[in-house]
């Protein structure tokens, strides 16, 4: 059964970046899978990020393109996200998923974790 | 605004059926069978309800089914239970990867 836990700080300051880890566990990061992370501001939906294979190749929303860089550490078996330049507007629930790029489908979610963006 | 339209909410009594609709365009969910839906409870990840447009992962519940109609997706659940209290979330390729703006579902 494939795991995923995400990690990082719970607040980030106005103008800084967001860090986040994903640890996969039950599954290597190396299989045929594309990795992604979801995010949900509080009482709202569902927001695609971005994903990584474990090549070193991305895609990610092109509205936070400019912003946006995950990348992956296979001797870990973990994926990271990190948002510069962060607002208010990006305090939300972080999620990583795995996704089915053949099919289109995340059959495989973290729990999440919440990001606040304060001074 | 997602490109993926979805209604806001839809409400039904226990043992009804409820249909939740998600419309994009001839470009994605009409030129392609890769919609699929979550359920989502407060406070809790989303799980995968419907992939490829009607399939069933092993474990979710023969009352949800998937279905197309040109460019709107549709997923159905009959025989309403409690439990199914929740929001649902389409996804899809259009343009890029893209969530559906969601649907609270009321059991009445």
């Known amino acids: ?9 719970g607040l980030v300051k106005p103008s800084g970046t967001l860090s986040l880890t994903c640890a996969v566990s039950g599954g290597s990061i190396s299989s045929s899978n594309w990795w ?14 971005g994903e990584i294979f474990h090549s070193g190749s991305t895609n990610y929303n092109p509205s936070l393109r400019s912003r946006v ?14 948002l510069s330049s962060v607002t208010a507007a990006d305090t939300a629930v972080y999620y ?16 999440g974790t919440l990001v606040t963006v304060s001074s | ?14 043992g009804q059926s409820i249909t939740i ?18 359920q989502q409870h407060p406070g809790k990840a989303p799980k995968l309800m419907i992939y490829e447009g009607s399939k069933r992962p092993s474990g979710v519940s ?18 309403l239970q409690a439990e199914d209290e929740a929001d649902y979330y389409c996804f899809s390729y259009a343009g890029s990867k893209v969530f559906g703006g969601g649907t609270k579902l009321t059991v009445l």
């Not at chain 2, 949800?64 to 997706?73: I, P, R, V």
């Open chain 1, 1 to 9: 059964q494939v795991q995923l836990q995400e990690s990082g700080p």
């Open chain 1, 36 to 49: 992604s992370w979801v995010r949900q501001p509080p009482g709202k939906g569902l927001e695609w990020i």
């Open chain 1, 69 to 82: 860089t995950i990348s992956v550490d296979k001797s870990k078996n973990q994926f990271s996200l990190k």
């Open chain 1, 96 to 111: 990583c998923a795995r996704h089915d790029d053949l099919w289109n489908f995340f059959d495989y979610w973290g729990q």
């Open chain 2, 1 to 14: 605004q997602s490109a993926l339209t979805q209604p806001a909410s839809v409400s039904g009594s226990p």
């Open chain 2, 21 to 38: 609709s998600c419309t994009g365009t001839s470009s994605d969910v009409g030129s392609y069978n890769l919609v699929s839906w979550y």
């Open chain 2, 62 to 79: 023969n009352r949800f089914s998937g279905s197309k109609s040109g460019n709107t997706a549709s997923l159905t659940i009959s025989g």
